[in-house]
């Protein structure tokens, strides 16, 4: 008999509570220590730039990430490996019953997101709201980084399918994640089996070199899957000669399958200029009355070649994306932070000598401004409390500003956890995907397009600006 692994996630996340930094359980101790573990704290999450050049990043985790805060508790083995390092008998017992008692708010999966908005609130015991910093940012950052990827992809590809061929070349097993993350920005399908297993999203896949080489000829290869395989069956064309070989034996295999009442389902190319190669495949493959068989192209694919390939005219139906997907290629992280913004309902902030890394203090929510046409028009951070928020200001020239009142506004927070208790069901990938579909045809093209997208616009409120300039001088 088999059985469901334990938790969803990966090998290596059994641990939530242990996977984070050191000096997040120094300074957990060092609160406790102090008398201070029943005050109350809030951190915002947030990014300050978008990855890959881009105008916009999808926000991805939330659900791995609240996978993880259902299993946080220390166990007896972590706690005899803190008690090793050193950390004291009382601060241990206290983590021996520590239960999450956190309220937090979050964007929705699958949400597109700007910088500087805060994407996810934390608020609870001081204590609770710093030890959870970097399980927070490592699951937000990654899987919003890769979704913001895949959904510049599919952008480039329009009605074209594209499926994640990356796990052999992720950043090991980030390599999971990474195909949850490409779900939700819009990939279709996974190579990945572990990860359709565990999320539950579409596996699918062609054939490798190794196949076709290992038999002595490449029709008989091909013939041998096609049997097995009569109908989900792409055949890899370029492994001797793509167009004087591969191409007529799949033609030859295809015309077999529709003798028998079957249908190829396409053929794959993984070399050579895909433009010609594949213009030359469609014309082999409609001179044989196989229009429908479907070209699928791979070989280091990313956002700008796939647009490339189909402003060239290349008639291909299915992409294969791997590495320049899952290791986010070019931008390697998403510089997503969490600061603290308050301790017992006290505003705080972190001065920087750069305005734009001076952060913002107080309980805060964002709310979006949508136009006549239904389309993103801006986002306003303002108060959570006591500010209605109807002029919102450029967060560091004040002058420039915009009377938002005209505008339909949308609280972009929804609340996740309530006092330690969740609150949502935890979106599938699939379905996250089918809202940053809907969410990605109220955002206006120019701020998608990959040169030099138009800056949304990210504002603050009167009163957020003034706190934080009253809090800046005070503090100086
Ligand atoms: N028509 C095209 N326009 C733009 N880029 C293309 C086109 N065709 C292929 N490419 C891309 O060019 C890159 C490099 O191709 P290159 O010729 O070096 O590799 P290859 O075909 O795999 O070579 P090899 O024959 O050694 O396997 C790949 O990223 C591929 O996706
Ligand atoms: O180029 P990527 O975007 O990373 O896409 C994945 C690549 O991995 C496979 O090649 P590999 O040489 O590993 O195996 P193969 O023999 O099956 O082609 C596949 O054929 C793609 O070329
Ligand atoms: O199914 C495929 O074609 C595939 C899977 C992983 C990597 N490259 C290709």
Not at 1 to 24: F, G, N, Q, V, W
Request: glycine share 8%; hydrophobic share 35%; with cysteine.
């Amino acid at each position: 008999m088999t059985s469901m692994p334990s938790t969803k996630t990966a090998p290596l996340m059994r641990h939530p509570a242990i996977y984070t930094d050191y000096y997040e359980l120094t300074m957990a101790q060092g609160y406790f220590l102090a008398g201070r573990k029943d005050e109350r704290a809030c951190f915002d999450y947030f990014f300050r730039e978008n990855p890959f050049e881009g105008g916009y990043v999808v926000f991805g985790g939330l659900s791995d990430l609240v996978d993880l805060l259902e299993e946080f508790r220390f166990h007896e083995d972590e706690l005899q490996y803190l008690a090793d390092q050193g950390f004291r008998d009382d601060f241990l017992e206290f983590l021996r019953d520590f239960r999450l008692s956190v309220d937090i708010w979050a964007a929705r999966e699958g949400e597109i997101v700007f910088p500087y908005c805060p994407i996810l609130r934390v608020e609870g015991t001081i204590i609770e709201a710093q030890i959870l910093e970097t399980l927070i940012l490592n699951i937000l950052n990654f899987e919003s980084l890769i979704a913001t990827k895949a959904a510049r992809m599919k952008y480039a590809a329009g009605s074209r399918t594209v499926m994640d061929f990356g796990l052999r070349r992720a950043q090991g097993y980030g390599g999971i994640q990474a195909s949850k993350a490409a779900i939700i920005g819009g990939v279709e399908s996974t190579s990945n089996v572990y990860a359709s297993f565990t999320h539950g999203i579409p596996a699918s896949g062609t054939m490798a070199h190794s196949w076709v080489q290992s038999f002595d000829d490449e029709l008989t290869a091909f013939r041998k899957y096609a049997d097995y395989y009569p109908d989900n069956c792409i055949l890899l064309v370029d492994t001797y000669n793509t167009l004087e070989s591969g191409v007529p034996n799949a033609i030859k295999v295809a015309r077999e399958l529709e003798a028998s009442g079957h249908r190829l389902i396409g053929i794959r190319l993984d070399s050579g200029d895909l433009a010609y190669l594949s213009r030359q495949t469609r014309r082999q493959l409609d001179e044989a009355g196989l229009d429908y068989v479907k070209i699928a192209a791979s070989n280091q694919l990313d956002e700008r070649l796939i647009k490339s390939l189909i402003s060239q005219q290349a008639p291909i139906d299915l992409f294969g994306v791997g590495t320049r997907l899952v290791t986010g290629y070019e931008s390697p992280a998403l510089d997503g932070v969490y600061k603290l913004s308050s301790v017992n309902n006290e505003p705080k902030l972190k001065i920087s000598e750069n305005i734009e890394k001076t952060t913002l203090p107080g309980r805060k929510k964002v709310m979006r401004y949508i136009d006549d046409h239904g389309k993103f028009h801006g986002d306003g951070i303002i108060l959570a409390e006591g500010d209605d928020g109807s002029i919102i200001h450029h967060p560091f020239y004040p002058a420039k500003k915009t009377d938002v009142t005209s505008f339909k506004a949308e609280p972009l927070l929804h609340r996740v956890y309530r006092d330690g208790k969740l609150q949502i069901d935890p979106p599938a990938a699939t379905e996250s995907a089918r809202y940053l579909q809907r969410r990605m045809k109220k955002l206006n093209p120019e701020h998608k397009r990959f040169e030099n997208p138009h800056i949304y616009k990210v504002g603050i409120s009167r009163k957020l600006m003034d706190l934080r300039d009253t809090l800046t001088e005070k503090m100086k």
